[in-house]
């Protein structure tokens, strides 16, 4: 009976991973499809100019979306620490479809005026707001879901599908042009097609999620006042916590940026591709970044979180001027994408744990505030506005700069890392903390979270 139970449970364990995680992809889906499509509808929401000033001005906006990030982060955060994951997590799932809607159905900028991009805008910081909330309570659910010893690999699949979504944008891009679609007719009217595909596909990530099994480290946490779940005021009681959240995000998430949403517009702008060729290497590239988190996450079970941390601050900071450089000369499509897949491999020691290294920051009543907000932030900061502050160099004819920009940021993360105690024993079960029955690993005792 003992069997049949385990079993059991493992079956519903791996069912929330699963559910949850495909209604991660449909959420970031929405998101993602704005800058795999900006090439193409970027003219039919600004007046006419050049390419770069257009581009320009819709990474502004995309930008601008990052602002919500934070003020998502802190109310699904709350939702989720006070009222359950799985509530938090339908809820910002409705929001992101308004948004998707609301741009598949926008008038063009010569058919309303100024009040195409003022439409645009709306959607796009609505959209802001609920995948600011998305990041927080998604790490939270996957790594309270999973089993501590396979921490690791199972909160890899958060960005798994972050950048299956991506692929999936690209793919959609892909079927669109070269089987359906004629580029003159994209940059018309079929860009909207993705955006419609996105509202349609949140009616199954809202089934999904109202089907989920809540953790089991929320519904069984000790008693706790209600007003200190997901509270700001608790929040302030780790400050380290917050810091470490922050440090290391802001090198990740412009890194990710860079090599995922940024570089097709690099590839095209810079390194004079042509936009089908830097589509189907980009493609390709996510694929195999894709196919790398899982890998690095399960490596993190059995090594911890800390080498990978700092393997990818090593390579980033080292690796990422002479990367960028290279990526901008012209030259044989193997070679870009070869460079790009060494890329994704430094980025993948970030990107695979981000989940879970700050999930063992937080205990249960504060994790997914914990991890939302100060993640937001760092992002809205460096991640969203990483495509303008490229291309504004690109326009003073100093391009060089983001480069060592990129490598900068990276190299504040890695300080972070190196500061860092392991924290792969940490128990997301116990609100004290509590860790006094878990043995050392590699000669650390597990970290706990400050008090």
């Known amino acids: 009976m003992e069997h049949a139970n385990g079993e059991k449970i493992s079956r519903r364990r791996l069912k929330a991973i699963f559910s949850g995680s495909v209604g991660n992809l449909v959420e970031w889906y929405d998101w993602y499809a704005f800058s795999a499509f900006s090439l193409y509808f970027s003219a039919s929401f600004f007046p006419s100019g050049d390419t770069t000033a ?94 501590r010893s396979r921490r690791g690999f199972y909160s890899s699949f958060l960005y798994f599908t972050l950048i299956g979504a991506q692929l999936l944008a690209l793919g959609i891009q892909l079927v669109l042009l070269k089987v359906l679609l004629t580029e003159a007719e994209m940059m018309a009217w079929g860009w909207r097609i993705p955006f419609v595909i996105g509202a349609v596909l949140s009616i199954v990530a809202l089934y999904l999620r109202q089907n989920l099994d809540e953790t089991a480290a929320f519904t069984s946490q000790k008693v706790k006042p209600e007003e200190l779940r997901g509270s700001l005021k608790v929040l302030w009681h780790y400050p380290r916590s917050v810091l470490k959240v922050v440090g290391l995000t802001l090198g990740g998430t412009l890194a990710f940026y860079t090599l995922t949403t940024y570089m097709p517009k690099f590839l095209v702008n810079t390194g004079h591709m042509t936009k089908g060729t830097a589509t189907n290497i980009c493609f390709l590239a996510l694929l195999g970044f894709a196919a790398m988190q899982p890998v690095f996450g399960s490596l993190s079970d059995r090594i911890g979180r800390r080498p990978l941390l700092i393997g990818f601050g090593v390579l980033g900071a080292l690796g990422s001027v002479p990367l960028l450089t290279a990526l901008s ?35 249960v009543e504060i994790r997914a505030l914990g991890i939302g907000l100060p993640h937001a932030l760092s992002v809205a900061v460096f991640g969203g506005t990483a495509e303008y502050i490229a291309l504004w160099c690109k326009g003073i004819g100093h391009e060089s700069y983001f480069y060592w920009y990129v490598s900068g940021c990276i190299a504040i993360s890695l300080l972070v890392s190196l500061m860092m105690d392991e924290t792969r024993l940490t128990s997301l079960h116990d609100t004290d903390g509590s860790e006094a029955d878990l043995p050392e690993f590699a000669g650390v005792r597990p970290v706990l979270p400050e008090s």
């Open 54 to 147: 257009q581009l320009l001005q819709t990474a502004g906006i995309f930008a601008l979306g990052f602002l919500m990030r934070p003020i998502g982060g802190w109310m699904f955060g709350r939702i989720a620490d006070k009222m359950g994951r799985k509530q938090s997590m339908t809820l910002s799932v409705l929001l992101m479809s308004l948004g998707s809607l609301l741009i598949a159905l926008t008038p063009t900028y010569q058919t309303v005026g100024i009040v195409a991009p003022i439409l645009l805008l709306t959607a796009r910081l609505l959209q802001g707001l609920s995948v600011g909330g998305e990041y927080g309570v998604s790490a939270t659910y996957l790594s309270e879901m999973a089993t």
């Open 329 to 363: 000369r012209p030259t044989v499509p193997w070679v870009t994408l070869l460079l790009l897949l060494l890329a994704s491999v430094a980025v993948s020691g970030y990107t695979s744990i981000s989940a879970v290294v700050k999930s063992e920051l937080f205990p």
